[in-house]
């Protein structure tokens, strides 16, 4: 495993909690919050998190592919197979923490679940991978689903033309993509973001450049500890503030954080030890417990309100119990949805555990 882009995955996961995290604070508390967000914007760290799950669908594709196009039937027999390892990689800790929330609708009147008929919606709408098309129909805080939908649909069709048009047609097209969308994207509305998928296609691009770059490892490796840290952190601070610095540029903020969050992947898959100042045993930790710390972090936050509101207990200090409960959760989901899901899939030889893209993407 590659340290550093774990770590990466890492980084990437605190900010899209912190983002998150607004529904946490009181009046006499939020105002740190609302401060921070006025000069940053940590919804970037999506950008970094698909950049990464592009550079390992494509490391995977690139250990079984033939550097050759091949038929339709072939490309699709391919795509089905890897589709298939990552439903089974996905499914079992959504399908838990999209339940939870149809649940309490269905019991709760405490205003804090959204209705039945609209929670079941957005379950439906999760378990078919189809979520940043229904999302707008109702958006709340229960809509970061939409992420999963589009990292699955990104999945099916860019596997599929790997195989049927070659590497090197989805390098020219990516490219092309991540271009346009730097000034135009579908939809063109305010729900342009759940569509954001340019940054997969730069994980597909950073992969294709580090296969040729043995002689910018051997610069960068020479560098400094102190000008890693220096790179290091303007990196993290403009990958932070860029989508507020160009807020005005609806398309383009999304580019600038996907061309930043190439160039971390990029420096990371070269294994010089670059971003040793956050590769820790946090920040590593977080990173093994990312995807069901994605998601269960909003569910466990509503759920301790629904308790204090039945109890009548003060909320000055509901957001400590909140976090507190969003890593009790986090860790019962790893534990024993995630993990044991993924040994019963490996004993079964339904995934590989040489497949570093399956098991953590």
Same mark, same amino acid.
């Given at each position: 495993?590659?340290?550093e882009?774990?770590?990466?995955?890492?980084?990437a996961?605190i900010m899209?909690?912190?983002?998150?995290s607004?529904?946490?604070?009181?009046?006499?508390?939020?105002?740190f919050?609302?401060?921070?967000?006025?000069?940053?914007d *940590?919804?970037?760290?999506v950008e970094?998190?698909?950049?990464l799950a592009g550079?390992?669908l494509?490391?995977?594709l690139?250990k079984?592919?033939?550097?050759e196009?091949?038929?339709?039937?072939?490309?699709?027999r391919e795509t089905v197979k890897?589709?298939?390892k990552?439903?089974?990689?996905?499914f079992?800790a959504?399908?838990?923490?999209i339940?939870?929330?149809?649940?309490?609708?269905s019991f *709760?009147?405490?205003?804090v679940?959204?209705?039945?008929?609209?929670?079941t919606?957005?379950f439906?709408?999760s378990?078919?991978?189809?979520r940043n098309?229904?999302?707008?129909?109702?958006?709340s805080?229960?809509?970061?689903?939409?992420?999963?939908?589009? $990292?699955?649909?990104?999945?099916?069709?860019?596997?599929?033309?790997?195989?049927?048009?070659?590497?090197k047609w989805?390098?020219?097209?990516?490219?092309?993509i991540?271009?346009?969308?730097?000034?135009?994207?579908?939809?063109?509305n305010?729900?342009?973001?759940?569509?954001?998928?340019?940054?997969?296609?730069?994980?597909?691009?950073?992969?294709?450049?580090?296969?040729?770059?043995?002689?910018?490892?051997?610069?960068?490796s020479?560098?400094?500890?102190?000008n890693?840290?220096?790179?290091?952190?303007?990196?993290?601070?403009?990958?932070?503030t860029?989508?507020?610095?160009?807020?005005?540029m609806?398309?383009?903020?999304?580019?600038?954080?996907?061309?930043i969050?190439?160039?971390?992947v990029l420096?990371?898959?070269? $294994?010089?030890?670059?971003?040793?100042t956050?590769?820790?045993?946090i920040?590593?930790?977080?990173?093994d417990?990312?995807?069901?710390l994605?998601?269960?972090?909003?569910?466990?936050?509503?759920?301790?309100?629904?308790?204090?509101?039945?109890l009548?207990f003060?909320?000055?200090y509901?957001?400590?119990?909140?976090?507190?409960?969003m890593?009790i959760?986090?860790?019962?989901?790893y534990?024993?949805?995630?993990?044991?899901?993924?040994?019963?899939?490996?004993?079964?030889?339904?995934?590989?555990?040489?497949?570093?893209?399956?098991?953590?993407?």
């Amino acid at each position: 495993m590659n340290k550093e882009l774990h770590s990466l995955r890492g980084i990437a996961i605190i900010m899209i909690v912190f983002l998150h995290s607004g529904v946490l604070y009181t009046e006499s508390y939020s105002h740190f919050y609302k401060w921070i967000q006025s000069h940053s914007d *940590t919804e970037t760290g999506v950008e970094l998190l698909f950049v990464l799950a592009g550079f390992f669908l494509t490391k995977t594709l690139f250990k079984i592919n033939l550097n050759e196009r091949v038929n339709f039937k072939h490309s699709l027999r391919e795509t089905v197979k890897l589709i298939k390892k990552k439903i089974y990689r996905l499914f079992p800790a959504m399908l838990f923490w999209i339940s939870i929330p149809l649940i309490f609708s269905s019991f *709760t009147t405490d205003g804090v679940w959204l209705n039945t008929l609209v929670m079941t919606e957005k379950f439906f709408a999760s378990i078919f991978f189809i979520r940043n098309f229904t999302e707008g129909h109702h958006p709340s805080a229960f809509g970061y689903m939409w992420a999963l939908a589009l $990292e699955m649909q990104y999945f099916i069709l860019f596997t599929f033309s790997f195989f049927y048009l070659g590497k090197k047609w989805c390098f020219y097209i990516a490219c092309s993509i991540i271009f346009i969308n730097s000034f135009y994207r579908i939809p063109t509305n305010e729900n342009m973001f759940m569509f954001r998928f340019d940054s997969l296609l730069g994980g597909y691009v950073i992969y294709i450049i580090h296969n040729s770059l043995d002689v910018a490892k051997m610069k960068l490796s020479s560098t400094s500890i102190y000008n890693k840290t220096s790179v290091t952190a303007i990196l993290i601070f403009s990958l932070i503030t860029c989508a507020r610095y160009f807020d005005s540029m609806s398309a383009f903020k999304f580019t600038a954080a996907t061309i930043i969050s190439m160039t971390m992947v990029l420096i990371a898959s070269l $294994e010089i030890n670059f971003f040793s100042t956050i590769n820790s045993k946090i920040v590593n930790s977080i990173a093994d417990r990312s995807y069901s710390l994605y998601c269960c972090h909003i569910p466990s936050w509503f759920i301790v309100i629904t308790i204090y509101k039945s109890l009548n207990f003060d909320q000055s200090y509901m957001w400590i119990c909140q976090l507190l409960s969003m890593l009790i959760f986090t860790e019962l989901t790893y534990r024993y949805i995630e993990n044991i899901a993924q040994y019963s899939y490996l004993k079964k030889g339904i995934l590989s555990r040489k497949n570093g893209y399956l098991q953590k993407s």
